[in-house]
């Protein structure tokens, strides 16, 4: 069964509020968005918007079934210049983006072998 069927608003709420209490520094607002997808009304997408990007990006699980979750970055329309600095909190986003993905993926594969 794909986890995604899995998945309601209330538990990825849950999640990502059990996230947040791992204490990773996050310039990065993290919220859970609703979908278009009727068929499917209860699932949720998390969305991050990267300060330091300017951009925002959605994690979703992967189709198939196992677990697996994919984050999805925006097309820019401008060009970023960025500081040293600047560079390197991005990249602490990203690192957190990639720790929230192994923590949903890791959460989403306990869900399956429960079910």
Do not use: C, H
Not at 75 to 103: K, M, S
């Amino acid at each position: 069964m794909p986890v995604r069927r899995l998945l309601n608003k209330d538990l990825l709420d849950d999640w990502l509020a059990q996230f947040r209490t791992l204490g990773y520094p996050t310039g990065s607002e993290i919220r859970l968005l609703d979908q278009e997808d009727e068929s499917d009304p209860d699932a949720g997408l998390i969305v991050v918007d990267l300060s330091g990007a300017k951009t925002v990006t959605y994690l979703q699980p992967i189709t198939g079934g196992d677990g697996a979750w994919k984050a999805t970055m925006e097309a820019r329309d401008a060009t970023i210049e960025l500081n040293a600095v600047e560079l390197v909190n991005l990249g602490n986003e990203v690192n957190v983006l990639g720790a929230l993905v192994a923590f949903l993926e890791t959460k989403s594969r306990a869900l399956l072998a429960a079910g």
